[in-house]
């Protein structure tokens, strides 16, 4: 609720209809009795109009109310929770539109049976609150749910991206360069561009880029590479060119008031990748790569070396184009972190379209099965002094008896030294993707048996297990105990 006066229209509709519903009466009955319109007294009960003096008054005459106890905001203990939940930026927070739900759909639900609704709620509050799920951890899984629901590609920025190349003659078949951005923003949108403040902050280190509104300076740090700075600029690019005007002003963000300001940093972002990385160029080469008896490393990586590109840009692309494209949708996307010299390794970005597949994000203070493949390529980068380890698996998870194609490239992380990141993209095995690619029979790609985290692991001896099954060894000995408990009812039932 915005205001005050929103808040005073929704608690008197919902006292009324308490008041109704509890004499047992219909809007049609009510309607008649008071003499007022049925749709009249709906848009009360809707909280979209606050009825005047004198026809409170006949409201508080014919449902035998005092009028005091009517217009009071105090509620009664079933609706009290509700009055909490409307004072409190809840409504506010959730981006119910995003998902095709009007605010009205949730407070009637709400309404109509708020012991039950409202238990709910609270008890998802508390899970939240257990899992240290913050409002932004919130608002992030809202946008990751409705790129799921879109299989995370968007026609319309797909369009807005080829049109405005065509718009600045920019030749998307060729690698992007950060100066052809810049002179855009500059010509084009009127941008100052600053390489030197940035460096002058330690505190700033872990920033790429500040903007500053006010007069359209773009600070940027002096040390990324012109992959990153082309990220950069092809999202501010992305903001004026879609006329975005509730935005982030840092990259990688440092906070955000407005659910509006993240969904707008997706679009960007969506749009940034689809102008450096080409739909149709990368189709191309996707579809060479699957015709291939053999997996061709040399072709994949020199795939990712045509653009302008970072590793994380480009796997974050194939997400995009190979559930469009090649109807591709069982698949996951990962992004790892890791500090040399730690036994952790932390899962900082997760995407599951279709599927709700393993691995994720779910287990706090867990250790993640160390046979993945995206933390192998860690292990590698961090012995040695490579800028990039690529390799690839077939991850068997014995859990639920799927096998998933996993690629995945390490690399080092430029802001921090002795830090590493790991991208990897997980592809279901089926038919389907059987007859799509060729390379799934070569013998060179080895198939591993992988868990999810090592407390749920079944795989006996495991080589690299850090620590024993105890969840799954509880979970089975439950089990157990439930199934004799069951023998003994059903022999003393006999």
């Known amino acids: 609720m915005v205001v005050e006066e929103d808040y005073i229209k929704l608690i008197f509709g919902l006292k009324l209809k308490q008041i109704r ?19 009249y007294l709906n848009e009360i009960e809707k909280g979209k109009k606050y009825p005047k003096p004198d026809k409170i008054a006949i409201l508080s005459e014919k449902l035998e109310t005092p009028y005091d106890q009517i217009v009071s905001l105090k509620l009664d203990k079933n609706l009290a929770p509700i009055g909490e939940l409307l004072r409190s930026k809840v409504f506010k927070e959730i981006p119910l539109e995003l998902f095709g739900i009007k605010e009205s759909q949730l407070i009637d639900m709400v309404s109509n049976a708020p012991a039950k609704v409202n238990a709910f709620i609270s008890t998802i509050i508390e899970i939240a609150q257990n899992y240290n799920f913050s409002k932004e951890n919130f608002h992030l899984a809202a946008v990751r749910s409705f790129q799921q629901a879109n299989n995370n590609y968007f026609e ?7 049109a405005f190349a065509k718009a600045y003659q920019i030749n998307l078949s060729l690698p992007i360069k950060s100066k052809e951005l810049e002179e855009i923003l500059i010509e084009e949108y009127g941008y100052t561009i600053n390489n030197q403040e940035l460096d002058t902050h330690d505190e700033l280190d872990n920033l790429r880029s500040v903007f500053i509104p006010k007069n359209k300076i773009l600070l940027v740090a002096n040390r990324i590479d012109d992959a990153q700075r082309a990220f950069i600029y092809a999202k501010e690019i992305a903001y004026n060119y879609l006329k975005i005007e509730e935005r982030l002003n840092t990259f990688p963000w440092i906070k955000f008031e407005k659910f509006d300001q993240v969904i707008n940093n997706f679009y960007a972002s969506y749009f940034a990748g689809a102008l450096i990385i080409s ?65 952790q390794f932390y899962l900082k970005k997760e995407l599951h379209l279709a599927h709700q597949q393993s691995p994720r994000a779910n287990e706090l203070n867990a250790h993640y099965c160390r046979r993945w493949i995206s933390l192998k390529v860690l292990n590698v980068i961090s012995e040695g002094k490579m800028d990039h380890v690529f390799d690839l698996q077939i991850s068997n998870f014995t859990d639920d008896d799927q096998q998933y194609l996993v690629l995945s490239s390490a690399t080092r992380d430029p802001f921090r030294s002795n830090h590493y990141r790991s991208i990897a ?18 013998d060179a790609i080895k198939t591993i048996d992988v868990g999810v985290t090592c407390e749920r692991c079944a795989i006996k001896n495991c080589e690299v297990r850090q620590v024993p099954a105890h969840t799954l060894n509880r979970e089975i000995k439950n089990l157990k105990t439930e199934s004799v408990v069951k023998d003994i009812v059903a022999k003393f039932s006999s």
């Open 425 to 442: 993209i997980g592809i279901l095995i089926n038919r389907q993707l059987k007859n799509k690619v060729q390379f799934l029979q070569d």
């Open 156 to 162: 319309n920025l797909e369009v807005d991206v080829l």
């Open 279 to 343: 739909r149709k160029k990368i189709t191309e080469q996707l579809s060479q790569l699957f015709a291939k008896e053999k997996f061709d490393k040399d072709f994949f990586l020199n795939m990712i070396s045509s653009y302008n590109a970072s590793p994380e840009s480009f796997y974050q692309r194939l997400t995009n184009v190979l559930p469009k494209d090649f109807t591709i949708q069982n698949l996951f996307f990962l992004r790892f972190t890791h500090r040399l010299g730690s036994k």
């Open 21 to 39: 519903t509890d004499k047992d009466l219909s809007l049609f009955g009510l309607s008649k009795l008071t003499g007022l319109s049925k749709s």
